[in-house]
């Protein structure tokens, strides 16, 4: 069975929309075999985006990253990273489909980054690379 590394976003936390973001993941049918509140550091996030390094947006998203605490977890289950990404809608909130996390819960702030509420790795590779980075004692 699969894991994916699915991250609350500070927008989310600060919202008090953690409740409603893991009601929707357990809803689904998936397992939670880890949950955290943390404060990410700019090392920790180096490593999570270092895919983005240099683009226009990675110096916001570090910033916005850093505003405040996130929820990390560890989703368990059959094919549950195509899952999640699913259940989490399209990047940009404003055209995430209703129904999905962003598309029902997100909208533009008119911010230099997207302040999407949720981050869940995008194939089992960058699952394992991210769920080592955040839980090393699962790597
Ligand atoms: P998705 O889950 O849709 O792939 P992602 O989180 O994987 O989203 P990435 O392309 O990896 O998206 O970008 C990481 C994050 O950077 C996004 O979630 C968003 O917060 C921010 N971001 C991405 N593209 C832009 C952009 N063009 N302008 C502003 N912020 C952006």
């Given at each position: 069975t699969q894991r994916s590394l699915v991250l609350v976003k500070p927008d989310g936390v600060r919202r008090g929309l953690t409740g409603e973001i893991v009601r929707r993941i357990e809803a689904k049918g998936y397992t939670l075999a880890r949950l955290e509140l943390r404060e990410a550091t700019p090392e920790l996030l180096a490593e999570h985006y270092a895919e983005h390094e240099?683009?226009?947006f990675y110096g916001p998203l570090v910033e916005f990253m850093l505003s405040g605490p996130v929820v990390a977890m560890v989703v368990e289950g059959e094919r549950c990273i195509e899952g999640f990404r699913s259940l989490a809608g399209a990047t940009d909130p404003t055209v995430?489909?209703?129904?999905t996390i962003r598309g029902d819960l997100g909208r533009d702030w008119?911010?230099?980054?997207?302040?999407?509420?949720v981050h869940g790795s995008d194939a089992p590779e960058s699952a394992e690379r991210e769920i080592k980075i955040w839980f090393p004692e699962l790597g």
């Open positions: 240099g683009k226009p995430a489909a209703p129904g008119g911010l230099a980054v997207q302040q999407n509420l």
